[in-house]
Each structure stands twice: as structure tokens, then as C-alpha cells.
């Protein structure tokens, strides 16, 4: 522990570190006096610096940027002066131009409907062809169809009919009956 000198003596040199580091204590104003000071000799050595070494090269490469845009200027009001006169011409060619377009595009636009005619007509007559194909292939599978349906028809009538009857008709005759029966229906029917 520590006793009461101890503590007085901790105190007493607490308060004179605080008051050398102060912020506003006379050497620190001493100190911002001399940067202050300093500063002042530095930015106006910069200032003669800058004025007698960058600004004239820069007042001098302004001048030169000025005389060139003068110069490139001049050069544009000459170009765009040729650039008329070409547009002049360049206006009449392309009306010639347009016009030979136009007289071209009423040949293309003839020709194109004499052959879409042709292509027409072609077309026509060859859907006409395919469909009197189709309709005879129709017509043939259905013949063929009928032909296949009667002979199932007439085997399971006879089948049918040889299960309901038994042995009391001959297998040949309820064969010969159901073919006839089938051929009258599938002859409504086709009709």
C-alpha cells in the first residue's frame, strides 16, 4: 500500500507533466509560431517556383494550342465548303440513282408475278394430282380393310356359332353360311 507521501508525490508530478504537455502552454505556442512561420517562407518559395518556371511554358504551349485551333479551324471552313459542293453532286447522283431503283424494282415486281402464275399453276395441278392419288388409295384400303373385317367376321361366327350349336351343323356349312352373311353386309355397307 501506499502510503500518504507516496500518493502527495504521485499527484504533484501528475499535475507538472500535465502542465508541460498542454496543448496551449508557451513552448507548444513557441512551436506553432515556428511551423506557422515555416509554411509561409515554403509556399511563397513554391509560388516564385511555380511562376517563373511552369507558368511561362504553360502561357507559351497556350498560346501554340491557340494558333493550332485557329489553323484547324480555317481547315474546316475550307472542308466544309468542298463538302457542300460534293453534297451538291452527291444529291444528284442519288436521285439518278433512286429513280434507276424504282424502274428496276417495277421489272422485278413484273417478273415476280409472271412466274408466281406459272408456280401457281404448277402447284395446282399437282395438288389436283395428289389428291386423286389419295382418294384411290383410300378407296383401295378400304377395299382391303372390308376384305381383312370379313374374314375375322366370318371366323368368329363360326367359332361363335359352333359353340352356341355344337356338332348339329357341319364346321364347312357354318363356315360357307358366314361368308355369305359377312359378303351381303360388307356390300351394304361399301355402297
Same mark, same amino acid.
Given at each position: 500500500?501506499?502510503?500518504?507521501?507516496?500518493?502527495?508525490?504521485?499527484?504533484?508530478?501528475?499535475?507538472?507533466? $500535465?502542465?508541460?504537455?498542454?496543448?496551449?502552454?508557451?513552448?507548444?505556442?513557441?512551436?506553432?509560431?515556428?511551423?506557422?512561420? /515555416?509554411t509561409? *517562407?515554403?509556399? $511563397?518559395?513554391?509560388?516564385? /517556383? *511555380?511562376?517563373?518556371? /511552369?507558368?511561362?511554358? *504553360?502561357?507559351?504551349?497556350?498560346?501554340?494550342?491557340?494558333?493550332?485551333?485557329?489553323?484547324?479551324?480555317?481547315?474546316?471552313?475550307?472542308?466544309?465548303? +468542298?463538302? !457542300?459542293?460534293? $453534297?451538291?453532286?452527291?444529291?444528284?447522283?442519288?436521285?439518278?440513282?433512286?429513280? +434507276?431503283?424504282?424502274?428496276?424494282?417495277?421489272?422485278?415486281?413484273?417478273?415476280?408475278?409472271?412466274?408466281?402464275?406459272?408456280?401457281?399453276?404448277? $402447284?395446282? +395441278? !399437282?395438288?389436283? +394430282?395428289?389428291?386423286?392419288?389419295?382418294?384411290?388409295?383410300? %378407296?383401295?384400303?378400304?377395299?382391303?380393310?372390308? !376384305?381383312?373385317?370379313?374374314?375375322?367376321i366370318?371366323?368368329?361366327?363360326?367359332?361363335?356359332?359352333?359353340?352356341?350349336?355344337?356338332?348339329? /351343323? !357341319?364346321?364347312?356349312? %357354318?363356315?360357307?353360311?358366314?361368308?355369305?352373311?359377312?359378303d351381303?353386309?360388307?356390300?351394304?355397307?361399301?355402297?
Amino acid at each position: 500500500m501506499l502510503n500518504m507521501y507516496q500518493l502527495t508525490a504521485f499527484a504533484r508530478e501528475a499535475a507538472e507533466s $500535465a502542465e508541460q504537455t498542454s496543448l496551449f502552454s508557451a513552448d507548444q505556442m513557441g512551436g506553432y509560431a515556428a511551423t506557422i512561420l /515555416v509554411t509561409i *517562407i515554403n509556399v $511563397a518559395v513554391a509560388f516564385i /517556383v *511555380i511562376k517563373l518556371f /511552369v507558368f511561362k511554358p *504553360i502561357l507559351k504551349a497556350i498560346k501554340n494550342r491557340e494558333e493550332l485551333i485557329a489553323g484547324e479551324l480555317k481547315d474546316a471552313e475550307e472542308a466544309k465548303k +468542298e463538302a !457542300e459542293l460534293n $453534297a451538291e453532286t452527291s444529291k444528284q447522283i442519288i436521285d439518278d440513282a433512286r429513280a +434507276e431503283a424504282s424502274r428496276i424494282l417495277d421489272e422485278a415486281h413484273e417478273d415476280a408475278g409472271k412466274q408466281a402464275q406459272i408456280i401457281k399453276g404448277k $402447284a395446282s +395441278e !399437282e395438288a389436283a +394430282e395428289m389428291i386423286e392419288r389419295a382418294e384411290n388409295e383410300v %378407296l383401295r384400303l378400304k377395299k382391303v380393310t372390308i !376384305e381383312q373385317m370379313k374374314d375375322e367376321i366370318s371366323d368368329l361366327a363360326v367359332e361363335v356359332a359352333g359353340r352356341v350349336i355344337g356338332d348339329v /351343323v !357341319e364346321h364347312d356349312k %357354318l363356315t360357307l353360311l358366314a361368308r355369305k352373311h359377312t359378303d351381303e353386309l360388307a356390300g351394304e355397307e361399301v355402297d
